[in-house]
């Protein structure tokens, strides 16, 4: 195949065949207009006197590729991103040729355009650097998305990538489907929010994510899919083999669209965190996720947060709890639940004891001192439990504040006493002796420990100053910090 996207100044070794037509360059400083669904040529000579040649033959609707990787290796990355600025006639983008070397690149909201994201992707498709790469609203629209798309067929070591909120629609989802079908990038993480994409592009990426086994996280929150993307969707759940996490929170799912994406899951084996919030899920929806939670064991995070799900939803959410032996963090937040219902939630944990419910966020619910007292149940079987909901009725202001002391000092007054450093303490808490645990074992341990006793308010103050995004709770930086 011959290159849809050439790196400027880059010919081919061989000579021209007989009868082909020689194009000069415009002058630098006049770029000549080129239109990028015709044709995605990007070649430019270092030399300005040079001219610029394209065989007869070739076809636009080709593979990434090329033309001289000897030479393009002794060619610096920062020329080469500057002469593909000057071909395209955009204006290069200081930060980008500042952190070239970098693993990271951040270019969210930059302005780029189409001809700005065509400049950079001809820098990257021979960068071994950068790992992950931000784009975000930067009007990159089809034609970008055509851009990127060919870099990354090239490009062997980007690995993650956002391009959301960039006005990609339909044409943009298409390219997208069809450059994912063919399983040849090393792209991991996408994340597609936030681009105006309907029902139609569901199913286009029911097509891609059916085939595709790499993506092990994709995010389309916040785009415009309705109970028919639903279905798209949940068929792409039921096929799929390789996505962990998927983001479909802010989009409007109902009923239908809900009962669909719950089939899926129920036959989907590798997906481990699903974000559902800000949908219309409803109580129906709620049943249909009891019954994928009875039956599901790779599922360990689940946000149905504002998804219009009442006490009789939760009834059936949590028979599904009473069989479910991998879920970790359920999120119910700003859904019309009453202490009732937080009731019925905690003592599903209660009958479960192959349960490992780590974290319930309820907190828009206010509760009693006795679903206190059930709790402290609870948490006796199941330790690594922690459940946040809005506040505890008639509990006095002297009360509030002892549950809130400051955990970290009670911890330095017991190293103190006993001559041990805090990381000593810590330390003490793992059966291996590592600087590093899951939350969940972490608060366990916080919970049974003796030396100094805590209550679940301030086990989770310690875990929002040690833990990480990881899921791991880390006190070695600890070793720095100063009483």
Not at 243 to 265: E, I, K, M, P, Y
Not at 295 to 309: A, E, K, P, R
């Amino acid at each position: 195949m011959v290159s849809g996207l050439r790196a400027p100044g880059f010919q081919p070794d061989t000579g021209r065949e007989s009868g082909e037509a020689a194009v000069k360059d415009e002058p630098e400083t006049e770029p000549a207009a080129q239109n990028s669904d015709e044709t995605f040529y990007c070649e430019a000579e270092a030399s300005v006197a040079g001219e610029k040649e394209k065989p007869g033959g070739e076809s636009s609707e080709t593979d990434l590729e090329i033309e001289d990787t000897e030479k393009l290796f002794t060619t610096g990355q920062r020329e080469l991103y500057l002469e593909a600025c000057k071909l395209v006639g955009v204006v290069p983008v200081s930060y980008f040729i500042r952190n070239m070397e970098e693993s990271y690149m951040n270019l969210n909201h930059h302005g780029l355009g189409p001809s700005g994201t065509k400049a950079i992707a001809i820098a990257l498709v021979s960068n071994t650097s950068i790992v992950t790469l931000e784009l975000a609203d930067n009007c990159i629209m089809e034609e970008g998305t055509l851009s990127l798309v060919q870099m990354l067929q090239e490009n062997y070591y980007l690995q993650d990538l956002n391009i959301s909120n960039n006005d990609l629609g339909l044409k943009g989802a298409s390219t997208i489907s069809e450059f994912l079908q063919r399983n040849t990038s090393s792209l991991l993480n996408l994340q597609l929010s936030g681009n105006n994409f309907k029902d139609e592009a569901a199913e286009l990426f029911c097509q891609a994510f059916s085939a595709n086994y790499r993506i092990k996280t994709l995010d389309l929150s916040h785009n415009e899919f309705s109970d028919k993307g639903g279905e798209h969707l949940g068929q792409m759940l039921a096929l799929n083999i390789g996505l962990q996490s998927l983001d479909l929170s802010w989009n409007h799912f109902h009923t239908r669209g809900a009962v669909a994406l719950c089939n899926g899951l129920r036959a989907n084996v590798t997906l481990q965190k699903l974000d559902l919030s800000m949908n219309g899920f409803g109580n129906e929806g709620a049943t249909a996720l009891g019954e994928v939670l009875r039956l599901n064991n790779s599922l360990v995070y689940i946000d149905i947060s504002s998804n219009d799900i009442s006490n009789e939803g939760v009834i059936k959410i949590s028979k599904g709890l009473e069989f479910n032996e991998s879920l970790k963090v359920l999120k119910l937040f700003l859904n019309p639940v009453s202490m009732d219902g937080a009731t019925l939630l905690i003592l599903s944990i209660k009958r479960n004891p192959k349960s490992k419910m780590e974290e319930i966020d309820i907190s828009n619910v206010l509760v009693s001192e006795q679903f206190v007292k059930i709790l402290d149940g609870v948490c006796a079987i199941h330790p690594q439990l922690d459940v946040t909901y809005k506040a505890v009725q008639g509990f006095s202001a002297k009360k509030e504040l002892l549950l809130w002391t400051n955990p970290m000092k009670l911890i330095q007054s017991y190293a103190d006493q006993h001559q041990i450093t805090v990381i000593d303490f810590f330390k003490s808490l793992n059966p291996n002796g590592r600087m590093m645990m899951s939350v969940g074992d972490f608060r366990k341990a916080m919970i049974q420990q003796d030396k100094v006793p805590m209550n679940p308010y301030q086990v989770r103050e310690l875990i929002k100053k040690l833990a990480e995004k990881t899921g791991m709770v880390n006190f070695s930086f600890l070793k720095t910090e100063k009483r």
